[in-house]
């Protein structure tokens, strides 16, 4: 890479940063407020990333049931990550309002609010430290009997005692050294210690392998019990067994129910689904290097 090259990135970056630094900090209320029960609610809510933009979310009404899984589908822009950035208040909307268990998010600290929620990513963002300083990171007073309990439940202690150091191998940066699955029930483990009540993932199996897919739905299963967990559903066959899923599309709620009935409705579910199963159909299926289909 050259040294123009090399400017023009650092440039870039002091950019970005500066526009960062000129974002105005959301308004806190100065009186504060903890729920008391976990059921989230979307009372017509919209809003814009950028002024003059169309609707991210445009008027949307939904709500997540506590200690339940639901689960967000729909095209990629449809608006399902702008559901949970917003719930996370990494922007206000600019209509509506947003509810944990009866209280606006809005009533809550910053401090408060990331106290409830825990986030499980496709992408894992690990430290060049230990292991064990990797998932304490999600409750730095934590124990080490608490930190190893979070593991065990992640399915992690498998790879763990294969590690030179165990607990205390470096990870290096970013994790280099694991694997894909091996990082995501780092991550979980990560969720599992902080003990939220309310859990979002961003479809954590999407580009696993099948054996490392097993491992990873066994923590998210140990993840879920009794928390009001909200997915991003990018493969459907992994939420046929939510009992709230919500089909978005161009910022608004077309489709919702359960996944029989809205298979039954012939909707733009029913159409989502038949196109991944047609496609799980061609790739089992197969073709051979010579591009010739292979037959069982």
Not at 14 to 38: G, S, T
Not at 57 to 63: F, I
Request: hydrophobic share 45%; with cysteine; aromatic share 6%.
């Amino acid at each position: 890479i050259s040294y123009t090259s090399v400017v023009e990135l650092i440039a870039s970056a002091l950019q970005r940063i500066e526009q960062f630094m000129a974002i105005a900090p959301l308004p806190v209320a100065a009186q504060n407020e903890m729920p008391e029960r976990y059921d989230i609610r979307f009372d017509n809510v919209s809003y814009c990333y950028e002024e003059g933009d169309g609707h991210a979310l445009n008027n949307v009404s939904l709500t997540f049931p506590a200690a339940s899984m639901s689960a967000l589908v729909g095209a990629s822009g449809a608006g399902k990550t702008t559901v949970t950035k917003l719930l996370m208040r990494y922007a206000d909307p600019q209509q509506g309002q947003i509810s944990i268990g009866g209280v606006d998010i809005r009533r809550l600290t910053p401090e408060q609010l990331n106290s409830l929620i825990s986030v499980v990513f496709q992408d894992v963002w690990l430290f060049d430290d230990t292991l064990l300083a990797n998932i304490r990171i999600a409750r730095p007073q934590a124990t080490r009997q608490a930190v190893e309990e979070a593991a065990r439940a992640a399915q992690c202690l498998e790879f763990i005692s294969r590690l030179p150091q165990g607990w205390l191998t470096p990870l290096g940066e970013m994790g280099g050294q694991l694997s894909g699955g091996e990082r995501q029930r780092i991550s979980i483990a990560r969720a599992l210690l902080k003990n939220a009540p309310v859990v979002i993932l961003d479809e954590p199996t999407a580009a696993l392998d099948i054996e490392s897919e097993l491992a990873v739905q066994k923590a998210i299963d140990n993840l879920v019990h009794n928390r009001t967990v909200i997915i991003i559903a990018h493969r459907l066959s992994t939420i046929a067994g939510a009992g709230n899923i919500l089909v978005m599309e161009e910022g608004q709620v077309v489709e919702q129910g359960t996944h029989a009935q809205l298979l039954s409705r012939h909707g733009r579910y029913q159409a989502l689904w038949q196109a991944q199963m047609a496609a799980r159909a061609w790739r089992d299926e197969g073709v051979s290097a010579s591009g010739e289909w292979v037959h069982e």
